[in-house]
């Protein structure tokens, strides 16, 4: 059985302070995708970043950047130079080959105050 | 905004009553995916439907079931309602069940049962 798991429940942070959401997951697939989502407070969760299992790459994206560590199955996200606009839940997810049947964590939420 | 839309966006049901919940996808999606998230928790995976077939479901009892129409858009159908399916139910669209892409997700369904 998959298994997603978001240690921490809440950050609070200053704006401008990077911020770090640790995720660590289970599966017994070899092939699986990795996903970060954010959920702002209307509720529709807004896709931020994807990635395989066969690609360990690390990689930044305007503000966001993730660290894939297959070694110890974690799946890091960094928002840097955080802004009050990045306050929501932050879920990681886990799906396997195909087919978009996500495992989410549990949610970090994160609080960027001015 | 993601072009997924969901009605109703918030109900009041009593246990033991039934409900319906309904979801647009995407213009080109053919997938609808339906997540259940309890409050405070992450979402769990309920069932998908691809092309009107379900197509893979979660650990849900038999009294959540679904229904996808030939213009692609779902219903999910919660029977017996008890005070535990309390929570925002979550729609998501994707294109296709062979690759694993972005899940576009509505504002979801707020279903309170008393």
């Known amino acids: 059985a998959q298994k997603v798991t978001q240690a921490q429940t809440e950050i609070s942070v200053v704006e401008k302070e990077d911020v770090t959401l640790d995720c660590v997951y289970e599966?017994?697939?070899?092939?699986?995708?990795l996903f970060w989502y954010k959920q702002p407070p209307s509720g529709e969760l807004v896709f931020l970043i994807r990635?395989?299992?066969?690609?360990?790459q690390n990689e930044i994206s305007g503000r966001y950047s993730w660290n894939f560590q297959k070694s110890t199955s974690s799946f890091n996200f960094t928002i840097t130079a955080s802004q009050v606009v990045d306050s929501a839940v932050y879920f990681c997810?886990?799906?396997?080959?195909?087919?978009?049947?996500?495992?989410f964590g549990g949610g970090t939420r994160v609080l960027v105050k001015p | 905004e993601t072009g997924v839309t969901q009605s109703p966006t918030h109900l009041i049901k009593t246990r033991g009553q039934q409900v319906t919940l309904r979801c647009s996808s995407q213009?080109?999606?053919?997938?609808v995916s339906w997540y259940q998230q309890a409050l405070g928790q992450g979402p769990q995976f309920i069932f998908q439907?691809?092309?009107?077939?379900?197509?893979g479901r979660g650990n849900f009892p038999p009294r959540f079931s679904g229904l996808q129409f030939p213009n692609y858009s779902s219903e999910l159908n919660v029977n017996a309602l008890e005070l535990d399916d309390s929570a925002l139910y979550l729609c998501?669209?994707?294109?296709?069940?062979?690759?694993?892409?972005?899940?576009?997700f509505g504002e979801g369904s707020r279903l309170t049962v008393l």
């Open positions: 997810a886990l799906t396997e080959a195909a087919g978009n049947k996500l495992t």
């Open positions: 998501a669209s994707s294109h296709g069940i062979t690759n694993t892409g972005e899940l576009f």
């Open positions: 213009s080109g999606h053919n997938t």
């Open positions: 599966t017994r697939d070899t092939t699986y995708y």
């Open positions: 439907y691809y092309r009107e077939e379900e197509n």
């Open positions: 990635r395989n299992s066969f690609d360990e």
